[in-house]
Nanobody, 115 residues
Framework: QVNLVESGGGWVQPGGSLRLSCAAPTSIFHIAIMGWYRQAPGAERELVADIAADGTINYQDSMKGRFTISRDNAKNSIDLQMTNLEPGDTAVYYC?????????WGQGTLVTVSS
């Protein structure tokens, strides 16, 4: 059983910033591709960004420039720094990785962008 522990999220006004973090077990963190997905109300879950163990990063095109994903090897965690947030960014954000061929998801953290 692999548990991904997410933190961060909450409410922010348009133009604001938030930082999400996701901690993974040491056993997988250093070999796994980890990423963030999001699911807005009534929409399908979509990739935000992912980062490989070697630091290779992949962003969904629409997220480039405002979102930054990073790894903290000392904490076995990945972070998602979100800036200039828009109401359209309102969603539940999920941490994700693969383990033994199966997708593993965090519990999700809600990000609400509104005035």
């Amino acid at each position: 059983q692999v548990n991904l522990v997410e933190s961060g999220g909450g409410w922010v006004q348009p133009g604001g910033s938030l930082r999400l973090s996701c901690a993974a077990p040491t056993s997988i963190f250093h070999i796994a591709i980890m990423g963030w997905y999001r699911q807005a109300p009534g929409a399908e879950r979509e990739l935000v960004a992912d980062i490989a163990a070697d630091g290779t990063i992949n962003y969904q095109d629409s997220m480039k420039g405002r979102f930054t994903i990073s790894r903290d090897n000392a904490k076995n965690s990945i972070d998602l720094q979100m800036t200039n947030l828009e109401p359209g960014d309102t969603a539940v954000y999920y941490c994700h990785t693969w383990w033994r061929g199966s997708a593993v998801w965090g519990q999700g953290t809600l990000v609400t962008v509104s005035s």
